[in-house]
């Protein structure tokens, strides 16, 4: 982050409309040239946001500030942000030139160098041979770098993308995500993202903003929110893992033990854990553990009965259920020294006493969430 | 297709009569008969390749019989000449002298036309646009109400409304009285709407009744083509630096264009040939070509004349049309 203010700031910012609150709270900066996800299911308030951002909507409580200045009020077209549109919004009754160049001629900037700017920016999203085409004539793919140009070509200090990819089948939306990496470091322009595919957040931002029921649950790098979620609903929304309910049987300098409900007690190495997790003796808890990181053995405390094994490729997803019949998954690596146990086995899970991270109270259901767990491992 | 449409016209334009009248029928009926033939015994390749001339046939049969054949008749009536003034039999003979009365005697009446039908489409653009746009971005839920409230009128007979407007505009009836109780008139006199303390007789009051008829047909193309406009463009163009007006004037109004360039056909062209409005709101000042030409056709009983200002005026209609195509470029929108 830049010395000096941070490109866009949110202030305790609060959004109402009439008795249904889309955001309740959020506070957070996005710093200059950084790549910035707001990741979250659908109506979890990420759009909302982006749009008290861009101007369409404004903030009930709170303040928005764009560079350091205070925007709360200002209409759309008074800021200096632009919006890449889900649906892209582009002109059908205007060229892909005319398209880029309707931001710059709206400045009423002298068309030599709006010309000069158009065409760099077609260049910069590789368009140039296009510029004559109608947008019905394009591709998806070239519709969104059409949209992308027309907001970069006003040179914003922030770029807001409402689901930009969403409309893409998946192969272009891979070499998107790329593409738009390369772009973001060509222009050095900071990028705000609304996404609700976690897999995109953590491919393609620095750092991740978790948004749930209008709340903001935690923001960071992908990484750390992946590795030490501070709360139930981004463990279980980022990657899978296995949330596992249990009590605080005592804590000390060296870690936590906590008893899970099948009876298995769990070590949890000290600093393990969620900030808001409370270490008191009979405390309700949660472990989590990352399927990668569990390792099936022939002896150990953790009884798993195997119903299910997945072939993956490069590793073997096995499902099985703990004595209180809780759902609990591992990823075997394939051509390990371990071999993946099949259906109707029973073996022991165990763990690098470093795994098991600590979360405050119990999940509404407990055991593995199943989220796509291929493209997180692309990632990590 | 083009020959059996030929064959119909021939018939009935009496080209061909008696023994090769009856000759050509017969040919035709089994020209179409052929077609159903081969469609029923035919494969699926044949029943393909043939059913777009069966889809066609109905609809050129009907425009050949009722409309191009009429249309030649029509030609053919107006280049005839009557021996006198009680001659209903006009011959043909190339008698062009119609087309250049037709010009001369009712220059006045052409131009009027063209005036009145012209401040007409203006108006309804004027009255009708805003109207469309509330309806197709405002209208919320109830935009089906409205739509269907913009074609009541067409409930009641177009001739009882223009009457309804005779008695609204008359000169004892509530309009005047009003517009005289709020001491308008000096205005409306001032403006030429009124002439002599009088609303009914004018040019106002045709123009009014052409407006006023004509305006559903300016309002639904209009609607159809903002109604399709995705509002997100709006969004897109504000973001992109635009005033609310800025958007209007460079999004949505390009955006309309096919919807205005529809209705002011739909308007204008009805518009130019009424003999309607001119007849009951008008005066013998404010004749229009349509009512001339129905004087000369039902009254006067001179087919010829008739039939050359007809055919005037469709070619000054269509002359007009296409040079407001090329200005409007809407071969240019999608």
Redesign the interface.
Known sequence: MDAGFPVVKLDNVRKQYGSFVAVHQADFSIGRGEFFAMLGPSGCGKTTTLKMIAGFEQPTAGRVFLEGEDVSQVPPHKRNVNTVFQQYALFPHMSVFDNVAFGPRSKKINEAEVKTRVNEMLEVVRLGDFAARRPAQLSGGQQQRVALARALVNYPSALLLDEPLAALDLKLREAMQIELKRIQREVGITFVFVTHDQGEALTMSDRIAVMSEGLVEQVGAPVDIYARPETLFVAGFIGSANLLPGTVMSSDGAGTRVQLLDGTQVVVAAGNSAPNASLSQGNQVTVMLRPEQVVLESEGSMKVFITDTVFQGSSVRVVGRTANDTEVTAIVPAGSNHKAPSAGESVFMQWHASAPYLLEGWPETAGSTNTNVDSIEATL | MVLLAVGVVALAAEWVTGGLATGLIAVLIVSVVAIIWIAIMGGLEARRALAPYGLLKPGILWLSLFFLAPLWSMFEMSLSSKKSRFDFFPKFTWDWSNYTKALTDYAPQFGRSFLYASIATILTLLIGYPLAYAIAFRGGKYRTMLLGLVAVPFFTSYLIRTLAWQNLLADAGPVVSIMKTLRLENILEWLHIMDNGRLINTPAAVIGGLTYNFLPFMILPIYVSLEKI?V??V?????????AS?AFR??VL??SMPGIFAGSLLVFIPAAGDFVNAKFLGSPETTMIGSSIQDQFLVQLNYPLAAAMSFVLMAVITVSVLIYARFMGTED??
């Open positions: 995705d997100r463009l969004d897109a163009s504000m973001d992109l630096y635009t005033t800025g460079r999004v390009p955006l929108l999608a």
